[in-house]
């Protein structure tokens, strides 16, 4: 096998709150490989969000090491593409303004930055909203320009933060799917945190499932389900089986 695009070595994190230690992560290793999509589930407050933000250096860790294709991490950079569960688009720019932004920060000229946006509304569905500001979308739609913007820039890794925790049942499950075809045509690697177990099973080649806190690795589960991914996999005996299977493995950490 080649090199991770993604891997955690010795990671440990911290907090000291009124003269006591909160340990909140701890992992010994973790990787993803270049192209694959892993989803992260665990109890409720066993530090999935703390983990990202970490990897994505917004973060520091207290020991351990991060690495992207073999390099370090040392901070923010655009080798990682974050999207969270907040929109965080500029409500004065326009679908394509919000989109092209990250080009324009790097000084991408004109002619290339027309282009990608071009090409990542097209692959988002959004082609025909470019003029539209993100108050007159929906708020799938919106999630989806925060994705297209996070794309443009093409980071190696994507880092996914409960990005459809906020939208209803339906929409949710719009995106997903919107989601799983914009993997299969990129082939982006992505890191996906939820708390949802169908969501996780659904989206993931690998299902990491961390422990109660301090998180630790408590099993990395294969779904081994054909793609592309629809409603009849999601009604299949073996989805069920998997998904319940993840179920117990949280529930015994919340009862432990």
């Known amino acids: 096998?080649?090199?991770?695009?993604?891997?955690?070595?010795?990671?440990?994190?911290?907090?000291?709150?009124?003269?006591?230690?909160?340990?909140v992560l701890d992992l010994a290793r973790l990787s993803v490989a270049d192209g694959e999509f892993v989803t992260v589930v665990g109890p409720s407050g066993c530090g999935k969000s703390t983990l990202l933000h970490i990897?994505?250096?917004?973060?520091?860790?207290n020991t351990g090491e991060i690495r992207v294709h073999g390099r370090a991490v040392v901070g923010p950079g655009p080798d990682r593409g974050m999207v969270f569960q907040e929109f965080s688009l500029f409500p004065w720019r326009?679908?394509?303004?919000?989109?092209?932004?990250?080009?324009?920060?790097?000084?991408?000229?004109?002619?290339?930055?027309?282009?990608?946006?071009?090409?990542?509304?097209?692959?988002?569905?959004l082609s025909e909203f470019r003029n539209h500001l993100p108050s007159e979308l929906s708020g799938g739609m919106k999630q989806r320009v925060a994705l297209a913007r996070v794309l443009a820039f093409d980071p190696e890794v994507l880092l996914m933060d409960e990005p459809f925790g906020s939208l209803d049942a339906q929409t949710r499950e719009t995106m997903q799917e919107e989601l799983t075809r914009i993997w299969e045509r990129t082939r982006k690697t992505i890191f996906f945190v939820t708390?949802?177990?169908?969501?996780?099973?659904?989206?993931?080649?690998?299902?990491?499932?961390?422990?109660?806190?301090?998180a630790r690795l408590r099993e990395e589960v294969p779904v081994e389900l054909p793609r592309p991914r629809g409603i009849v996999v999601r009604k299949s005996i073996a989805f069920l089986e998997c998904r319940n299977h993840i179920w117990d493995l949280i529930r015994e950490e919340k009862t432990s």
């Open 55 to 61: 990897l994505g250096g917004f973060i520091p860790a």
């Open 195 to 214: 708390h949802d177990i169908d969501e996780a099973v659904y989206l993931g080649d690998r299902v990491v499932v961390l422990s109660a806190r301090p």
């Open 94 to 125: 326009t679908v394509g303004g919000n989109v092209g932004w990250g080009l324009e920060v790097r000084g991408a000229p004109a002619s290339e930055r027309a282009t990608v946006v071009d090409r990542y509304l097209e692959l988002t569905g």
């Open 1 to 23: 096998m080649g090199t991770p695009a993604l891997e955690v070595v010795g990671l440990r994190k911290a907090y000291a709150r009124d003269g006591r230690t909160l340990e």
